[in-house]
């Protein structure tokens, strides 16, 4: 079992004497190699998997680390706004070191996952009729006049311990990968690898640094477009941000890691999504799957990936948005009636030809 990030990279971390330290379990994620994918993109592709944390995404990293700062500012609650995974985790470890979350949720706009979690946990849900954007305007205005710390990425806290997965990532690899493949949303957490892998480099622990490739979604791309987007779209629900908190610094770990930001379509993303989950057993939410997306466009636009070591981040638990995986992966079910004679004649109808 691990010890969690806050005592694992403490003296990389803005830990005190009187920072309460604690853990749900969080960091020390798998880091799984391709068993196929890799293999026909010609690359040593690797996978790490955030939905092992405890509410099941990367969140945790950066919101222990941002729980326990506000525990030693004798904060009265905790308020954020989110797209879904954000809220889960917060009002998880608010739960845990019993504090009062507030958590501000688009309307219609998360997945019924990622809400059950945060009801689950107690938090006290305000429904917004707009998008993230506008709880996000929100819940800054609100925390400042009021002694309610704010948990979202815009609180440095948070990217301070999503640094983490990077130092993992390079203490797995022994060094940094070639390429990370990252989902990009509010932007935090590409800017939190990128500021990990630097750190590092910084202090001899990794000789090398990655490019940095991130990648929103088509239909919410405002650094592709190079302006915001008012009404965002898209079924990676949680990357459905018009105007990223993290914008300025996802362009820094791009420009300096010498990357890029994308974006994929919809069907590029689905496509990823159902290709790691029957390809590689890894099933991960829409946004996960971005990494992926990207990963396959960079490669049909030429990109050299031969004898490369590439990491895909795999953001979430493809259980946070289960009716979609319902309704989008093609169902491999047979109707049978309860005799041997029907099993056997619905298997064997399944089996190879000549097996």
């Known amino acids: 079992m691990g010890v969690g990030v806050l005592q694992q990279y403490r003296d990389l971390l803005p830990v005190s004497e009187e920072t309460p330290i604690f853990s749900m379990g969080e960091g020390d994620t798998p880091l799984v ?13 690797f996978f790490k998997l955030e939905g092992c944390n405890p509410t099941g995404s990367f969140k945790d990293r950066g919101m222990v680390v941002a729980i326990a700062k506000a525990m030693e500012d004798n904060c009265l609650g905790v308020m954020c706004a989110s797209t879904g995974n954000t809220s889960a985790s917060a009002a998880a470890y608010s739960a845990y070191c019993g504090l009062t979350c507030w958590v501000l949720i688009p309307k219609g706009e998360v997945a019924l996952g990622k809400l059950a979690q945060a009801m689950a946990y107690g938090a ?8 993230f954007d506008a709880a996000l305007a929100l819940v800054r205005k609100f925390t400042e006049t009021h002694p309610i710390t704010l948990v979202n990425s815009v609180n440095q806290h948070r990217i301070e311990g999503q640094k983490t997965a990077s130092f993992e990532v390079s203490d797995v690899l022994g060094d940094a990968p070639d390429y990370l493949f990252i989902p990009v949303g509010n932007a935090g957490n590409i800017t939190a690898y990128w500021r990990g892998f630097v750190e590092y480099h910084q202090l001899g622990r990794n000789e090398s640094l990655p490019k940095m490739m991130g990648f929103q979604a088509e239909g919410a791309a405002p650094i592709v477009r190079g302006e915001p987007v008012l009404h965002p779209q898209t079924i990676a629900s949680a990357i459905r941000i018009g105007n990223p908190a993290s914008w300025k610094s996802a362009e820094r770990a791009r420009d300096q890691s010498g990357g890029v930001i994308d974006a994929v379509s919809d069907d590029e993303i689905l496509e990823a999504y159902r290709l790691i989950a029957s390809r590689e057993g890894i099933f991960g939410e829409p946004a996960s799957a971005a990494s992926v997306a990207g990963l396959l466009k960079m490669h049909r ?13 795999i953001t979430g638990t493809g259980l946070k948005d289960p009716d979609l995986a319902v309704s989008s992966v093609q169902a491999h079910t047979v109707e049978v009636q309860p005799n041997l004679e029907a099993i056997e004649s619905a298997i064997m109808e399944s089996l190879p030809s000549g097996a």
């Open 301 to 313: 636009s030429g990109l050299a990936l031969d004898g490369k070591r590439v990491v895909c981040v």
């Open 33 to 45: 190699r391709s068993r196929n994918l890799g293999r026909e993109l010609g690359c040593d592709l």
């Open 124 to 131: 006290r849900v305000l429904l917004v009729d707009g998008n």
